[in-house]
Nanobody, 125 residues
């Protein structure tokens, strides 16, 4: 059974940094597309950043230049380094993973992927 276990996150003042990580376990595959999503209070879930199974990286416009996503393929680990955090970055962050080829995998990730338990990130002024 595939499981995603998240770690990291917490509370920080605006301008600070946090790191969150996600590890896929219980899998037989070595090539996953993975991404971070977040849900802010009163808002829809949105994609933050991700890595497709061919290594291509995607960022939401709102985090470009501030967040860095990285994926360690051998361990199916996805990390998100978040710098220059602002209040709008507050929310529950979720990791998602899906096995498959590039392109199709990433398109299916949101609806058909495995999900982590969520990690709270709170940014205060």
């Amino acid at each position: 059974q595939v499981q995603l276990v998240q770690s990291g996150g917490g509370s920080v003042q605006a301008g600070g940094s946090l790191n969150i990580s996600c590890v896929v376990s219980g899998n037989k595959y070595s090539n996953y597309c993975m991404a971070w999503y977040r849900r802010a209070p009163g808002k829809e879930r949105e994609e933050v950043a991700g890595v497709d199974s061919d290594g291509s990286i995607r960022y939401a416009d709102s985090v470009k230049g501030r967040f860095t996503v990285s994926k360690e393929n051998g361990k199916n680990t996805l990390s998100l380094q978040m710098n220059s955090l602002n209040i709008d970055d507050t929310g529950m962050y979720y990791c998602a993973a899906l096995a498959g080829g590039p392109g199709a995998c990433y398109q299916a990730l949101r609806e058909h992927g495995y999900w982590g338990q969520g990690t709270q990130v709170t940014v205060s002024s």
